[in-house]
């Protein structure tokens, strides 16, 4: 049972000019799709696959010798994650419950922000920053390489992937100038609303 990678959930000029549609066309439709070919070639004819792929991500995190399954698991599935994460006309402020769990936890809404904005600009090397929910409180946390909060039973909100070639073509080494275009202009948070819904549920 193949994993297929989702469609995009906008156009690939659609983050213009935060994110360019040459980034995205390399990103989606090199880099994700990558990951999702050499995932599929690697559990074909595996227990792993009749299993979702969040399932066999969490049954590899911690098995030495399954790092390849895992590695092109975690890495298709945070791919597809940060797109939701991101849409046209985003960035502002989360409004409901999770607003308000924002200011219980981190205080206010600009201080995670500021969290999320050093989580992903001082991640060494390739990586991932996220807003996760994990024991009954919010939490903001960077991986390095392919690893995911899934992997540690923490519930992700929101990502920012921060390997180069998420922004390298727009942004050349300014990853702090990316981190902050995509926290103002394009943060979904209608998709972190609905995860921390689901997350209570």
């Known amino acids: 049972m193949a994993y297929s990678q989702p469609a995009l959930p906008y156009a690939e000029n659609a983050l213009e000019p935060c994110i360019s549609a040459k980034t995205i066309g390399f990103h989606y439709g090199k880099h994700h799709s990558t990951y999702v070919k050499k995932f599929n070639e690697l559990v074909s ?35 597809t994650f940060y797109w939701n994460s991101l849409t046209p006309n985003g960035g502002g402020k989360p409004a409901g419950p999770l607003a308000e769990k924002i200011d219980a936890d981190f205080g206010s809404y600009d201080k995670l ?13 390739s990586g991932w920053a996220w807003l996760v929910l994990d024991k009954g409180s919010l939490q903001v946390v960077k991986t390095s390489n392919a690893m995911t909060p899934l992997a540690n039973g923490a519930f992700p909100l929101l990502t920012l992937d921060v390997w180069e070639h998420a922004y390298y073509l727009d942004y050349q080494n300014r990853r702090p100038d990316y981190v902050a275009t995509v926290l103002d202009e394009l943060l979904n948070w209608k998709f972190a609303e609905s995860n921390f819904d689901e997350a209570q549920a």
């Open 113 to 125: 922000r500021d969290e999320l904005a050093n989580a992903a600009a001082t991640q060494f090397g």
């Open 45 to 79: 004819g595996t227990p792993y696959d009749d299993q979702g792929i969040e399932d066999v991500i969490v049954a590899v995190a911690n098995d030495p010798s399954k790092a390849a399954i895992f590695n092109n698991g975690a890495q298709a599935w945070n791919h």
